[in-house]
């Protein structure tokens, strides 16, 4: 039982990593902003996920990664993989928005469920940030 309900975690937090993404920014170019879009679209990989504070990749998760892929400036697609330690994986596929202020991103799946969480951007790494079966979620993943 408690297998299933960090399954569950992950997924949600797996939604995070996605809303993260899709706010961040890149580097100013001739003192232009680059639209979140820009720099959240590709893969990122989840160098580590927290729980309350506990390090669960490692422990639970295996490996996780986020591929974003941008519609317009602030919506777009994503799919995100977690593979747990005894090597079976959930995919998550949905829509993503993000928020006018490019610091927070909705996730949603097909059949509707929404998570939202608050990301930070700096170059090729994100942070995402929320709430997730009434627990504390952080999410650090980088480029690749």
């Known amino acids: 039982m408690k297998s299933v309900f960090l399954k569950i975690n992950f997924l949600a937090l797996a939604l995070i990593l996605v809303s993260s993404a899709a706010l961040t ?3 100013k170019d001739n003192d232009t902003k680059p639209e979140p879009q820009e720099s959240l679209s590709g893969a990122w990989t989840i160098q580590s996920f927290t729980i309350d504070g506990v390090e669960v990749k490692g422990l639970v998760i295996k490996s996780s990664q986020l591929k974003l892929n941008a519609a317009d400036e602030a919506s777009g697609t994503f799919v995100w993989t977690i593979t747990y330690m005894d090597n079976t994986a959930d995919t998550v596929k949905g829509q993503y928005l993000l928020n006018e202020s490019g610091d927070e991103i909705s996730m949603i799946t097909p059949d509707g469920q ?6 930070s951007f700096t170059g090729d790494q994100i942070v995402l940030s929320g709430m997730l079966d009434e627990g504390t ?7 690749g």
């Not at 929404?114 to 990301?119: G, H, N």
């Not at 979620?137 to 480029?143: E, I, L």
């Open 114 to 119: 929404v998570q939202v969480f608050d990301f």
């Open 25 to 27: 920014s890149c580097k």
């Open 137 to 143: 979620v952080v999410m650090k993943a980088g480029r």
